[in-house]
């Protein structure tokens, strides 16, 4: 692993992008020993595509951009401010606030950052707030769409380990509402410790249901999902289907939809989807050779006879898992890191829909963190700041983020079905 490890580093270093620098090391890792056919490397690419659960990615990332590139948008972005009212550093608040109620829609912490961060980070710096603290909100608040459900993440996961897609979107979502009222509570800290200024609109209850009312078709998107997988009405590739079929009825009914748009959608989402399942199969080749390896098996044996507790074994996968996060993009370091932490986490008794949702919430602070943050880089660019600036003001937001990541650790009852 360690003759697999260099060349992958190496390959990242010249910028060569990641699903091509696994692909490369894998192959040759696999020409170097001699000891397999260079044909499996085809065979892997292969079959790590053969799984109709896959086919929900792209489903459910053309429901998201169909959505939230409408009327409807909008709307949840003024739902937003309304919620908010006169709270102080109201625009980062409002920031989280949108970006957990997108985080029902997109699934994807990308097209939030991008989406979102090109319309509220500009309002935020023409209102006086500083452009590093925009950035950070923007950064931070973005993950939200990768924990709450639908989650492309959490489909990835579950076609790794097996677990059911519902019952991981089903224990996303009291951990993902937590990450979003600790990211308020650091804005909030932020805005005071700075004085930042009030919103001069109060909070009208009559305009939040009105709010509420007019972005309600938006906001009853993950209620038709949780609601078919827990059910068991349909598959999560068939919910994907219908979401698309849901999000295109929406935007006819508010007719701001246009054929260049629906095109202009399909092309978004094929993009990200090529982009995603390049990193499954490229991980895949990578995968077999540890599996082959028995790295995942020894991994347990060298932790067993160390004899650690519990409690230690956890903090060690959660710092293995940031450390990975930092350096490695959320898909490929879930394909890589799920096989080798599912039988550790077995043998402490970990429930598997556990190590899911911890998985992306290590994964997800990656996100904003330096030196590869996608997040982090989409919301500096934006900004116009340096990648340092944002990441001095996310301090306070990593500190709120290692609480949650502790409590969804250790109290089992916030992960519902564990």
């Known amino acids: 692993m360690t003759l697999l490890a260099l060349p992958v580093f190496l390959l990242l270093a010249l910028a060569l992008p990641i699903g091509y620098a696994l692909m490369a090391a894998s192959s040759a890792g696999i020409l170097v020993s001699g000891q397999y056919p260079l044909s499996i490397v085809a065979q892997r690419l292969f079959d790590a595509t053969q799984s109709s659960l896959l086919l929900a990615i792209p489903f459910f990332i053309l429901a998201g951009e169909l959505l939230i590139s409408g009327v409807l948008g909008q709307r949840i972005i003024r739902f937003a401010s309304l919620l908010v009212g006169r709270v102080r550093g109201a625009l980062g608040q409002v920031s989280v606030v949108t970006s957990m109620l997108f985080a029902g829609v997109s699934g994807s912490a990308v097209a939030d950052a991008s989406a979102l961060g090109s319309v509220l980070i500009p309002w935020q710096k023409r209102e006086g707030y500083p452009a ?163 790295l995942p098996s020894r991994l347990v044996d060298t932790i067993n006879a160390m004899g650690l507790p519990d409690v230690l074994i956890i903090v060690f996968m959660n710092l293995l898992m940031l450390v990975v996060g930092a350096v490695i993009d959320m898909t490929p370091a879930i394909l890589l890191l799920a096989p080798i932490l599912m039988p550790l986490a077995q ?10 949702i911890l998985m992306v919430l290590n994964l997800s602070i990656g996100l904003f963190t330096p030196p590869v943050g996608t997040t982090l880089f989409i919301s500096s660019s934006i900004a116009g700041v340096r990648i340092e600036e944002t990441a001095r003001a996310l301090v306070p937001f990593y500190i709120f983020a290692v609480i949650v990541l502790l409590l969804v650790s250790y109290v089992l009852a916030l992960i519902v079905g564990a």
């Open 347 to 356: 043998a402490i008794d970990m429930s598997l829909i556990q190590l899911g």
């Open 132 to 294: 590093p603290f925009a950035s950070a909100v923007n950064a931070a608040s973005s993950v939200i769409g990768v924990i709450i459900p639908p989650s492309i993440p959490l489909i990835i996961y579950s076609s790794v380990s097996q677990v059911s897609v519902g019952a991981l979107f089903l224990a996303g979502l009291v951990p993902g509402l937590i990450f979003g009222i600790a990211s308020l509570a650091a804005v909030y800290l932020i805005a005071r410790r700075n004085d930042f200024p009030r919103s001069e609109q109060g909070f009208s209850l009559s305009a939040v249901v009105r709010g509420f009312m007019s972005s309600l078709p938006a906001l009853f998107m993950p209620v038709l999902i949780l609601g078919s997988l827990i059910g068991g009405v349909a598959t999560p590739t068939e919910v994907s289907v219908v979401a698309v079929f849901y999000a295109l009825i929406v935007r006819l009914c508010y007719r701001d939809l246009s054929w260049r748009g629906v095109l202009g959608s399909i092309l978004s989402a094929g993009r990200a989807t090529g982009a995603v399942m390049l990193l499954i199969m490229a991980s895949s080749v990578l995968g077999w050779i540890m599996t082959v390896d028995q």
